[in-house]
């Protein structure tokens, strides 16, 4: 027998039985004609599901009914069945991630954005973002890929500048606010939307003493109900507790106050219960012990603080009515525990102690610990849950770290010897659950450890998380790119990889890819702030220079006719025009509407002939014209601002010396200095991540339908009009799900969002905010469907049409690529193992394919009124070919994107297009007439097109009426005699000689030189001493004698 079927029999019968064992059993529970649920009893149970089944002896199946009869009540039901079943697969999934050790990336070193050692470390959902402060008050804004956007000095008017000192930062995410404190014993209240970003709101004075800890807690059901806890050098625990939170933290004032001043609270107000929206709760129960860390549980209704001392080292502070004093109960740990944390499902309290040990606790029964968990050198200082996967992180002074398996008590994990080597240092830890990453701070310096993605069962497409992915109309393939600079290409019809490239950008992360309007060139965006230009053989024709020889993030590569734009990491635009593409290195050229973004540009999109607009971080879009590159309007969704214009030459000059810090590269090891922002940043929620013309309502924007479509921050999709230059429509596409993405087809019909969690959503907008008004419209368009292609964050989405079928392409942070149907069925994960056949199985039955069946692809002959071919671009010039072969009309049009050109599909000669033909040879191909699929939209919707004329029957030449004039069998003729051979002997006339042989010029020199001979061959005679006997020396005319 096997050994994979002998351990397969080994196994328990619930751990054998499929998917459809089970359904087999369900039709034994539940029978149609039976509206009650059957129940069986043990000997009943057993052989009706043996012989049904035909899998497992029957005393197995007797066990599992023992199993499932935990109540011994002598009978089953398809309930009791299915609850035990689910209750086993829960604690094996359990039991399996809690003994999976976790694989992390290698350790990466952050850019060095402070001068002084970093206080705390804060994840921004909303926005992606991480926060970081340090001692001098210097607040670090990180992207989601861990590059520095820009510092913001964090002040107060109560002390001078040199005399600053930050303590703490906590984030109080149901009212979008950070509080931080400060050793001038104040608290500082900071909101994140308002106009000028990190403002401050709030400002609590005269504390007793200097605030060294702070945490914040929210009732999830009522996020009125919050609590702010600090602790702080007097050995003090404090409770704020708000009972209007969302409303506002404290009153304002009696006196008059302007609407944007900052409203100042003492201290001693707040004790006394001079608010009544708030309250305050202490307790001192470490004595004078400088309070190391607290924490609110709402679960329990407790404060739980910890400090460095034998005595009253944990300290659990119980709420049990409100604005009454707290109840405490201390743990007593040898020489003091530096760091606590606490698991709610577990119940446990984690302790990282002075004495080497981490001790786990249960709040009730403080008297021992219920674990020790023993294996660090030195004292440990910081200790955090991976609360799925119940499993705790530590750190000790020794620079190890270690993950423990908090069921059975056992380090599953030792890393050492990666961490910066320091001597004394002040140190954070923060894991970021969701994503997989810890910070770790040393001093001033922060690095990454980013757990990798465990894959398990799931299909990838990429090792790494992938960026972007698009679809080649002519190849019929998908082109996929990701964060290790590696390029895939894929067939759309099977899901095959057909060819990669890799280090395309060396170290550098690929960022964005754009095709050319041929579709023979691709252009790929890393963030070494470099674009490249490649061939499909994977051959680089161009190089340019987007960042000036800095590494920046590109979020975008917009291909116009004549030019290239290029965005993402700063407040102008960067283009590049096609007559410069000469040279393998293009540099970029000035934009001539100089700078009028207020942050830094995030997308654009394009409107043929010539109206471009573009979104940036602080949601500010600007309409432009693309031919003379002046701005013509603003949009924002509070309706302010003007236009400012700086040129391009000065922000050059600017960028030469310095280059803003969100462009370092934490994935290259290229870091740039920091440069220390004064502008603020503009509301979080507003950030403009995607922008799309809907270009087939370009004949009603003439009226007030809204033509322009933007996504970003908080989950919001907003539609504009830029004829009435006004917010058409406002809806939350996804709740709480930070920033999304989206795409929309050709079409205009639906709208496509995806967000952080791998969700996809499709809309249908095609009678959508077609009439704007005054007032915008907050009921969303209709949801079509929901589904779940990736299990984390969708990075890319692309729509393509295949077979008269519109698809979906997305890509995501988990390394895979799907393809999926419109309506919402996933076609498969590009990679897969089993090859699908695309054709069997696109396509769903109802609503849906009557919705699609006037999707065709589009011919490169159909597009090709403007198109440039890949030899034009890399000569930069245009063809005078290709403009004698079009109609004047489209030699003359200003259309901006480029089109196709008539090129031949190398599927054409393989196996599977031959198949393809086979297949629809049953189908009506057919052609739409002309006046059904005239579009009215476009530069040439002006041209009236009509079906063709009906051809008449020509008149058959003479040789296809009458072949056998021409082509029939002709009598043989008798061939000529060859003329006679004579034979040799008759007609030589003349033996050969000399003369016959060799040219008269040698004859005659070869006469010259015998009788040269004879003549020195006398004289020698003729000479004294000299005798007959003696023989004359050979001379090399004697060869030739005769």
Not at 890 to 913: C, F, H, K, V, Y
Request: proline share 4%; glycine share 6%.
């Amino acid at each position: 027998m096997d050994p994979s079927e002998m351990k397969s029999e080994t196994e328990l019968l619930e751990n054998r039985l499929s998917k459809k064992d089970f359904a087999k059993m369900q039709t034994l529970f539940l029978l149609p004609e039976v509206k009650q649920p059957v129940s069986m009893m043990k000997e009943e149970f057993v052989d009706k599901v043996s012989s049904l089944v035909g899998r497992g002896t029957k005393d197995e199946y007797g066990e599992l009914f023992d199993k499932v009869d935990v109540t011994r009540e002598g009978f089953v039901d398809w309930d009791k069945l299915t609850s035990f079943l689910l209750l086993e697969l829960n604690e094996k999934d359990e039991h399996s991630k809690s003994t999976v050790v976790p694989q992390w990336k290698p350790l990466k070193v952050l850019p060095m954005s402070h001068k002084e050692p970093i206080q705390s470390i804060v994840y921004l959902r909303n926005t992606n973002r991480y926060l970081s402060i340090s001692k001098e008050g210097q607040l670090g804004i990180w992207a989601d890929g861990f590059t520095l956007q820009k510092t913001i000095r964090i002040v107060t008017d109560s002390v001078k500048l040199k005399d600053l000192w930050v303590t703490s930062l906590v984030l109080l995410p149901n009212v979008n606010k950070i509080a931080v404190g400060f050793t001038s014993k104040e608290i500082c209240f900071y909101d994140l939307l308002s106009k000028q970003e990190f403002s401050c709101q709030y400002k609590i004075l005269d504390l007793e003493h200097t605030p060294l800890s702070m945490d914040y807690w929210y009732n999830p059901t009522d996020a009125d109900e919050a609590v702010l806890s600090f602790g702080d050098l007097g050995g003090e625990v404090n409770g704020m507790c708000f009972t209007t939170a969302l409303i506002a933290l404290f009153e304002r004032p009696t006196t008059t106050v302007e609407q944007d001043s900052v409203i100042t609270i003492k201290w001693q107000e707040l004790v006394n219960g001079n608010h009544k929206c708030c309250y305050v709760v202490r307790h001192k129960g470490h004595g004078k012990s400088w309070v190391r860390r607290v924490r609110y549980l709402g679960n329990l209704d407790a404060f739980i603080s910890c400090a460095t001392s034998n005595v009253n080292s944990i300290v659990l502070a119980w709420k049990e009515k409100e604005r009454m004093p707290l109840r405490t109960t201390a743990i007593h740990i040898g020489k003091g525990t530096n760091d606590f944390d606490y698991h709610p499902g577990l119940n446990l309290i984690a302790s990282a102690g002075i004495d080497n040990k981490v001790c786990l606790w249960n709040p009730y029964v403080i008297s021992k610990p219920v674990g020790v968990l023993r294996g660090h050198m030195a004292s440990v200082i910081a200790v955090q849950f991976i609360v799925s996967k119940k499993q705790l992180l530590s750190f000790s002074k020794d620079k190890v770290l270690r993950v423990w398996d908090v069921h059975h008590q056992l380090c599953i994990q030792r890393i050492a010897g990666v961490f910066p080597k320091c001597m004394e240092f002040h140190m954070v830890l923060y894991f970021d659950e969701e994503h997989g990453r810890l910070l770790t701070t040393f001093n001033n310096q922060i690095t990454l450890l980013e757990a990798k993605q465990e894959i398990g069962q799931r299909v990838t497409s990429h090792a790494k998380v992938v960026s972007c992915v698009l679809y080649n109309q002519l190849f019929k393939q998908v082109i996929s790119s990701d964060a290790d600079s590696t390029i895939i290409y894929w067939m759309i019809d099977t899901g095959q990889k057909i060819k990669q490239f890799t280090k395309c950008h060396g170290d550098a992360e690929i960022s964005t890819m754009a095709l050319d309007a041929t579709e023979t060139r691709l252009f790929t965006g890393g963030t070494d702030g470099t674009v490249k230009v490649w061939d499909f053989n994977g051959h680089c024709y161009h190089k340019l220079n987007a960042g000036l020889d800095q590494a920046v993030e590109i979020s975008q590569i917009l291909m116009l006719k004549r030019t290239v734009l290029v965005l993402g990491w700063e407040r102008m635009i960067t283009v590049f025009r096609m007559n410069s593409f000469t040279q393998f290195f293009v540099q970029p050229s000035e934009w001539k509407g100089g700078v009028q973004h207020q942050n830094d540009i995030l997308c654009a999109a394009i409107l043929p002939p010539q109206t471009l607009a573009t979104g940036s971080y602080d949601g500010e879009i600007i309409i432009w014209n693309n031919n003379t590159e002046n701005a013509r309007y603003k949009l924002h969704p509070d309706g302010t601002g003007t236009l400012k214009s700086k040129s391009d030459s000065e922000l050059l000059k600017e960028r030469k010396t310095s280059i803003p810090p969100r462009t370092s590269s934490a994935s290259s090891g290229k870091f740039s200095p920091s440069v220390v922002f004064s502008e603020s940043d503009a509301e979080c929620n507003y950030t403009v991540t995607r922008l799309i013309f809907l270009e087939a309502r370009k004949s009603l924007a003439a009226g007030d339908a809204a033509d322009l479509v933007s996504c970003g921050g908080l989950g919001l999709v907003r539609f504009w009009s830029t004829t009435r230059i006004c917010l058409g429509a406002e809806f939350i596409a996804h709740r709480d799900a930070g920033s999304i993405i989206m795409t929309v087809d050709k079409t205009g019909q639906y709208l496509i969002t995806g967000d952080i969690d791998g969700w996809v959503k499709v809309w249908d907008i095609q009678e959508y905010c077609l009439h704007c008004t005054d007032s915008v419209i907050n009921q969303p368009p209709a949801l079509l469907t929901t589904f779940q292609p990736h299990v984390d964050c969708v990075t890319h989405l692309e729509t393509c049409v295949h077979n008269g079928q519109l698809l979906l392409t997305s890509a995501s942070a988990d390394c895979s690529v799907a393809l999926s149907h419109i309506s919402g069925s996933i076609v498969g994960i590009f990679g897969q193992e089993e090859h699908w056949r695309i054709n069997d199985i696109i396509g769903e039955a109802g609503v849906w394919n009557s919705q699609l069946t006037g999707y065709r692809e589009q011919s490169p002959e159909e597009d090709s009124h403007s198109v440039t071919t890949p030899e034009e671009i890399s000569a930069g010039k245009n063809s005078p070919k290709l403009a004698q072969d079009l109609p004047e009309q489209a030699r003359d049009s200003d259309l901006e994107i480029m089109g196709q050109p008539t090129l031949t599909n190398p599927w054409q000669n393989t196996i599977l297009w031959k198949r393809y033909q086979e297949s629809k040879k049953e189908i009506d191909h057919k052609p739409a007439a002309w006046k059904e699929s005239q579009s009215s939209i476009g530069t040439f919707s002006w041209l009236h097109i009509e079906d063709l004329s009906s051809v008449y029957e020509l008149e058959k030449p003479d040789f296809v009426t009458n072949p056998h004039r021409y082509f029939g069998e002709k009598p043989e003729k008798k061939s000529p005699d060859p003329p006679e051979i004579h034979v040799i002997s008759e007609t030589v006339k003349a033996a050969f000689d000399e003369k016959s042989l060799f040219p008269r010029d040698i004859l005659q020199s070869e006469h010259k030189a015998r009788r040269s001979h004879r003549q020195h061959g006398s004289r020698l005679c003729q000479k004294p001493g000299h005798t007959q006997s003696r023989k004359p020396k050979a001379s090399s005319s004697a060869v030739f004698r005769p």
